[in-house]
């Protein structure tokens, strides 16, 4: 397996635009988190998916973020309209079974909103 | 919000050193894990914990975990300059959701 594939690796945009960033986890992983690392904050949770499923989207910052995951194979982070305070690395991590068992990162997305 | 909190939040020490880094928790957690991210790399699991373990080992790592006090320590021994990189702690913090919380991580600098 190639592990979890992130995309884009880097993406600029402009505020206002929508950005959306997009994850494949490993197969047969059931469990799916999308992170936002800042130097001031770190990694923060912001949603997790169990078997397609948003279990706790407590993290999620605002209205103007969204995730999905239509199917086992493919999540996305939406944000629209993006603003300068969200440029950070997102990533997105799978595990075979929740908390409970090791989690697999993808490269990550490092987006800057000017 | 962050369920642990790693301490030094910087390290550097000698190529063949030992390096300690702690993390405290806040909540019961059923597992605590410990993660290695180099720079602008995702991160990379090293070991993990059960809350009825005490200590654990792999190859130079060693985990301890003392949940009476709710902290983990991670100690690498004989350190090289390529375990130069930022270690995070990890927990599943018990809340009926089966969630993965991060700390703030330890920045550990080796110098050859």
């Known amino acids: 397996d190639a592990g979890v594939i992130q995309s884009p690796r880097h993406e600029v945009t402009e505020m206002g635009q929508e950005v959306t960033l997009r994850c494949k986890p490993i197969?047969?992983?059931?469990?799916l988190f999308w992170y936002r690392q800042t130097m001031m904050r770190g990694l923060e949770l912001l949603i997790y998916?169990?078997?397609?499923?948003?279990?706790?989207d407590s993290g999620m910052p605002e209205d103007r973020f969204s995730a999905k995951m239509p199917n086992a194979s493919f999540s996305t982070l939406k944000i629209q309209p993006s603003e300068p305070r969200d440029s950070a690395v997102y990533f997105c991590?799978?595990?075979?079974?929740?908390?409970?068992?090791?989690?697999?990162f993808g490269q990550g997305t490092r987006l800057t909103v000017v | 919000s962050q369920q642990g909190e790693e301490d030094p939040q910087a390290l550097s020490i000698q190529e063949g050193e030992n390096a300690t880094m702690n993390c405290s928790y806040k909540?019961?957690?059923?597992?605590l894990q410990w993660y290695r991210q180099n720079s602008g790399r995702g991160l990379v699991h090293l070991i993990l914990?059960?809350?009825?373990?005490r200590e654990k080992h792999s190859g130079r790592l060693r985990v301890t975990l003392d949940t009476s006090k709710k902290s983990s320590s991670l100690l690498i021994t004989a350190s090289r300059a390529a375990d130069t990189a930022s270690y995070f702690c990890?927990?599943?913090?018990?809340?009926?959701?089966?969630?993965?919380?991060f700390g703030k991580g330890t920045m550990l600098l080796v110098s050859p």
């Open positions: 991590a799978s595990t075979l079974g929740g908390a409970d068992t090791e989690a697999f």
């Open positions: 197969s047969g992983h059931n469990s």
């Open positions: 998916f169990n078997n397609n499923v948003p279990i706790d």
């Open positions: 909540t019961s957690i059923n597992n």
């Open positions: 914990i059960r809350s009825n373990e």
């Open positions: 990890a927990t599943d913090a018990d809340s009926g959701y089966s969630t993965l919380t």
